[in-house]
T-cell receptor
Framework: NAGVMQNPRHLVRRRGQEARLRCSPMKGHSHVYWYRQLPEEGLKFMVY????????ESGMPKERFSAEFPKEGPSILRIQQVVRGDSAAYFC??????????????FGEGSRLTVL | GIQVEQSPPDLILQEGANSTLRCNFS?????LQWFHQNPWGQLINLFY???GTKQNGRLSATTVATERYSLLYISSSQTTDSGVYFCAVELRGSYIPTFGRGTSLIVHP
């Protein structure tokens, strides 16, 4: 029973490039959350998605950041024109629940983005 | 939004000691979870505990939802307990778990 899978685990980008982070939820989970963690800080909510729908993106910057969770395939967090301040660990979590999430989160191992 | 405060922010223990970590929250919640982030950055589920008491080995947790706090007890601590402990709470009706800033624990041999 595979857990939440994130890739890449580490990503290095130069300023101005694009970063794409992928997340496959646990089998049977249709609720996906993305969180960002800066060094020495807690996890900050970015976006909550269900299959094909963005439910809440209140924590995601309006510019350069986008997220999707297509009917087939993993959820993707995309950061365009990266800047040094985007360097962080990006964690994906999934939650069980048919229509509404149960609220229990299961995390992947994170993707660590470094912007040079 | 909901405020989540964890205390203490930092804790240093000698192996074998017991400790209590606290999570206070400012509003009624649907759900509460405790996580351990190990030194490699992995987030490990400890407890899903909206209310009541649960135990798992040397760890136990109690949530008193009516008084808006949760406690995580670590007994007979080991060096492998080192890391950061987070609580995450979900405001009633929001479906978005909010994390506290964590308690950083170091256990010395």
């Amino acid at each position: 029973n595979a857990g939440v899978m994130q890739n890449p685990r580490h990503l290095v980008r130069r300023r101005g490039q694009e970063a794409r982070l992928r997340c496959s939820p646990m089998k049977g989970h249709s609720h996906v959350y993305w969180y960002r963690q800066l060094p020495e800080e807690g996890l900050k909510f970015m976006v909550y998605l269900q299959k094909e729908n963005i439910i809440d993106e209140s924590g995601m910057p309006k510019e350069r950041f986008s997220a999707e969770f297509p009917k087939e395939g993993p959820s993707i967090l995309r950061i365009q024109q990266v800047v040094r301040g985007d360097s962080a660990a990006y964690f994906c979590a999934s939650s069980p629940g048919q229509i509404l999430p149960t609220g229990e989160l299961f995390f992947g191992e994170g993707s660590r983005l470094t912007v040079l | 939004g909901i405020q989540v405060e964890q205390s203490p922010p930092d804790l240093i223990l000698q192996e074998g000691a017991n400790s209590t970590l606290r999570c206070n929250f400012s509003d009624s919640v649907n759900n509460l979870q405790w996580f351990h982030q190990n030194p490699w950055g992995q987030l490990i589920n400890l407890f899903y505990i909206p209310s009541g008491t649960k135990q798992n080995g040397r760890l136990s947790a109690t949530t008193v939802a009516t008084e808006r706090y949760s406690l995580l007890y670590i007994s007979s601590s080991q060096t492998t307990d080192s890391g950061v402990y987070f609580c995450a709470v979900e405001l009633r009706g929001s479906y978005i778990p909010t994390f506290g800033r964590g308690t950083s624990l170091i256990v010395h041999p």
